[in-house]
């Protein structure tokens, strides 16, 4: 089945620097990719998500790339706040295209 | 627009006990899911509904497990009985398709003792 996985598992950024977030996955046919934000005590939130014929979409400060070949796909956010704190995960439709499956998550930092 | 609503928030047992959690999803939305998240980790799928029908519960352990999504809408969720291993957040989202995107409730913190 397919299998998600999400590095760095912790960053520490100052505040107005760049972070970025790399996934990869194994099923080639995958074709949806969201990232979502969870905050401490509230369910995951989706930011920005990708399919698979696009390559790259922003939204102000945060841009999702996507490279089907190498099967890898990114999170940057730019000009960080200390409100990006959370906890970051990656996901990808597994292979009967339905419900998605999940990174470990990446736990982020901004500190002013 | 109301989100998912769950319920309880939070629930501490005994193991051995039984315990069932409840969602409502947003409504007009046909596909349900279930979540598990132990601290530290993703979400992992327990099971999908489509309306009142099951798509996916590979991932759920049905000795112990249970899920019914009687009339479409509400769903509830039980474990019967409980282990250790079971404490984890249980998330519950929904979607208006299967394609399209899902959004989670607060989920229920459960704690076996």
């Known amino acids: 089945g397919e299998n998600v996985e999400q590095h760095p598992s912790t960053l520490s950024v100052q505040e107005g620097d760049s972070a970025v977030i790399k996934c990869t996955y194994s099923?080639?046919?995958?074709?949806?990719f969201p990232w979502y934000k969870q905050e401490l005590g509230k369910g995951p939130q989706l930011i920005i998500d990708?399919?698979?014929?696009?390559g790259e979409k922003k939204d102000q400060r945060i841009a999702v790339t996507l490279n089907k070949t190498a099967k890898h796909f990114s999170l940057h956010i730019t000009e960080t706040q200390p409100e990006d704190s959370a906890v970051y995960f990656c996901?990808?439709?597994?292979?009967?295209?339905?419900?998605?499956?999940f990174g470990k998550g990446t736990t982020l930092s901004v500190s002013s | 627009e109301a989100g998912v609503a769950q319920s309880p928030r939070y629930k501490i047992i005994e193991k051995r006990q039984s315990v069932a959690f409840w969602c409502n999803p947003i409504?007009?939305?046909?596909?349900l899911y279930w979540y598990q998240q132990i601290l530290g980790q993703g979400p992992k799928l327990l099971i999908q509904?489509?309306?009142?029908?099951?798509?996916?519960d590979s991932q759920l352990p049905k000795d112990r497990f249970s899920a019914e999504r009687l009339k479409g809408v509400d769903s509830t969720l039980k474990i019967q009985p409980a282990k250790l291993e079971d404490s984890a957040v249980y998330l519950c989202?929904?979607?208006?398709?299967?394609?399209?995107?899902?959004?989670f409730g607060q989920g229920t913190r459960l704690t076996v003792v």
């Open positions: 996901a990808a439709h597994n292979q009967a295209g339905t419900a998605l499956i």
């Open positions: 099923d080639s046919a995958s074709n949806y």
């Open positions: 509904f489509q309306n009142n029908g099951v798509v996916d």
């Open positions: 409504s007009g939305h046909a596909t």
């Open positions: 990708i399919r698979s014929n696009v």
């Open positions: 989202a929904s979607s208006l398709t299967r394609s399209t995107e899902a959004f």
